[in-house]
């Protein structure tokens, strides 16, 4: 059996895909569907493909696909993943999983149900802090988790060309309450301590901006916030702090960990430069800080960061564009590797620090082996739930809200194992 593929969607996002889709040596088929005619010649052209007008149209008319890949907008997923899954598909979505908590209970059910696979491409799960940390925590590095912040920072107004295909009405939905879009931050921190949290309290930050994208009545979901920040009180007993901020004047990196505290252990994040620290003051009056840089940082970054020379001026995207030394790209496609020379921008096929040819490959493996991928689909749940609960919390003036029960994967349903298939 062989991956055959019918794509959703093409936005810049879907674009930077493209060539580890067509290039995987298990996937047989690739076909695509946009509504846009500019996006629909551009994808046909560039990558020789059937293009069909619409997603309906090309379910009708492909029906030998056996997987579905969506890439439509971040409000938009939930229905279409629920649609796919009804046909019998697997599906790869792009974050969220869905923007209600009933979209997302019944892909689990699904799931469940029907032991398709669901994967939702959290690139932040890849990204090398996130990595770093968690083996790091796996090995047990940090001691107990007792606390960490994660974030993601990106102005709506840096955002614009991912809205642009909503024409007149971008504000509308540009407007999307910053919490349904915090799979980003919650998967780094979650994934690495290999905990999730169990209540929730967020605090909005009411936009002042007056630019017509916040505000009652100014977008889809009435919502003021421009900015979110969230507390979250973990199943083991640590505390986690979450910002999603849509008006921020930072730059890169967008999604990152600043700091992940164990009672002896801290990883510390700041731009380009990271620390690890140890306490051993309970047994030896040690404390020791190690500068570990160079273990986390871009490649791309390492090469020039003396000069911090860049051949467009962004230095900025050297914070997110290819591997890294914590990334374990020997269980790639030997295809996959010779792309990393491609384009320094953050959605070039190795953009977003590198994390795409990751997700392609851990999609592929669980459908042709049936095992769960890395991020299954009860990951997927808790990254995105916990955001629509933060918001709601926001609403309601900060109110502590108990988060719903997930659950865990079926026992007999394992985790893909990178020896299963080899290339
Ligand atoms: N790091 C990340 O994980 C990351 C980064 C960027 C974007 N994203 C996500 O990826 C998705 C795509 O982002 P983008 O910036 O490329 O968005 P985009 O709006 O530019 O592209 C989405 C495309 O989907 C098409 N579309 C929607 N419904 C369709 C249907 N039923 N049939 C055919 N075409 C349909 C639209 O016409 C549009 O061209 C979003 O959900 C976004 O949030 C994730």
Aim: aromatic share 14%; charged share 25%; proline share 5%.
């Amino acid at each position: 059996m062989k991956v055959k593929i019918g794509i959703v969607g093409f936005g810049e996002f879907s674009f930077s895909y493209m060539d580890l889709w067509t290039t995987h040596p298990l996937v047989e088929k690739v076909v695509g569907a946009e509504f846009l005619p500019e996006r629909r010649q551009k994808a046909h052209e560039q990558f020789g493909i059937k293009m069909y007008e619409s997603y309906e149209e090309m379910m009708e008319k492909e029906p030998d696909i056996n997987c579905v890949a969506i890439f439509s907008q971040r409000h938009q997923h939930g229905p279409m993943v629920i649609d796919a899954m009804k046909r019998g598909k697997h599906v790869f979505s792009a974050v969220p999983m869905g923007i209600t908590e009933d979209e997302v209970m019944e892909i689990l059910r699904l799931a469940k149900e029907t032991r398709q696979i669901y994967m939702m491409a959290e690139t932040c799960y890849y990204f090398p802090c996130a990595v770093w940390c968690r083996e790091k925590f796996k090995e047990g590095a940090f001691g107990k988790f007792v606390y960490g912040e994660s974030q993601y920072y990106h102005d709506i107004m840096d955002m614009f060309g991912s809205f642009s295909a909503q024409g007149d009405k971008w504000k509308r939905v540009a407007g999307i309450p910053p919490m349904f879009y915090s799979t980003h931050s919650m998967s780094m921190l979650f994934s690495a301590i290999d905990d999730y949290p169990v209540d929730v309290t967020c605090f909005g930050y009411e936009d002042t901006q007056g630019d017509d994208i916040y505000g009652k009545g100014k977008n889809d979901w009435d919502n003021p916030f421009s900015n979110e920040t969230a507390i979250l009180h973990m199943k083991k007993g640590g505390i986690a702090r979450i910002n999603e901020f849509r008006r921020c004047g930072n730059v890169r990196p967008t999604s990152y960990i600043t700091g992940l505290y164990g009672d002896t252990g801290t990883y510390e994040g700041s731009g380009n430069q990271h620390l690890f620290s140890r306490n051993d003051a309970y047994n030896d009056h040690e404390f020791t800080s190690v500068d570990v840089s160079d273990e986390i940082n871009t490649f791309n970054f390492l090469a020039d960061k003396d000069t911090m020379k860049d051949g467009d001026g962004r230095i900025d995207y050297k914070y997110m564009s290819g591997f890294s030394r914590v990334h374990n790209t020997a269980r790639l496609p030997k295809s996959f590797l010779n792309l990393e020379k491609t384009a320094l921008y953050p959605t070039s096929v190795v953009g977003h620090n590198g994390s795409h040819p990751f997700l392609v490959d851990d999609f592929v493996r669980a459908v042709i082996t049936g095992k769960l991928p890395p991020v299954n689909p009860w990951m997927a749940a808790h990254y995105t739930i916990t955001g629509i609960y933060a918001h709601k919390s926001a609403m309601m003036g900060a109110k502590t809200l108990k988060l719903p029960e997930i659950g865990e994967p079926p026992a007999d349903w394992e985790t893909i194992d990178f020896d299963d298939i080899k290339y």
